[in-house]
């Protein structure tokens, strides 16, 4: 295998490496739009692939670039879980409407994508029905909120893949 890559040259050696990292950068953005995509983690993989690929002198980007970095890609993850919360229960729901939309969320893993989105708001919708014995307004305003709350939060998630991405493209590019 090693004989197969000494074989290529280092040009198209260059632009395997490239095609990598714009892949995952690719994918991180995508992953702000598409659940099962975990988008900033994407980016991260990004750079560190582009950190020893290129070699860690060579590649241009600062190891102090993954703390920036890696405070981004928590704050996404933390965004992630909270905004649909947050959301829900601005609009009224209870922690049944909670609980049913997690619980919704890891059944709709096992479908298709439209699993992931619908199982959500499913589950919270039939835990404020079921559990929490609320009327079918209440629980439909509830689900409501968790579709807000989701929308925001993907919103603050994009935000936060182009500040990631923009911070690799300048630490490569301009600053080093």
Not at 79 to 100: C, F, H, P, Q, R
Request: charged share 10%; no cysteine; proline share 3%.
């Amino acid at each position: 295998m090693a004989e197969w890559f000494s074989n290529l040259g280092s040009g198209t050696l260059d632009i395997l490496k490239w095609f990598l990292v714009l892949m995952l950068l690719v994918g991180g953005f995508l992953g702000t739009f598409i659940p099962i995509i975990p988008g900033a983690v994407f980016i991260v993989l990004a750079a560190v692939a582009h950190y020893f690929l290129f070699g860690m002198e060579e590649s241009r980007f600062s190891v102090w670039s993954f703390i920036p970095m890696g405070l981004l890609l928590i704050l996404s993850v933390v965004v992630d879980y909270v905004s649909g919360a947050l959301g829900a229960k601005y609009y009224g729901a209870t922690k049944w409407g909670a609980i049913g939309a997690i619980v919704g969320g890891i059944a709709g893993i096992f479908f298709p994508f439209p699993g992931l989105i619908v199982g959500p708001l499913v589950g919270a919708f039939a835990g404020e029905l079921i559990f929490a014995r609320r009327e079918w307004q209440a629980a439909t305003k509830s689900t409501w909120g968790t579709v807000v709350g989701g929308l925001t939060g993907m919103a603050f998630k994009l935000v936060i893949a182009i500040a990631m991405i923009a911070w690799y493209v300048a630490d490569v590019f301009f600053v080093n």
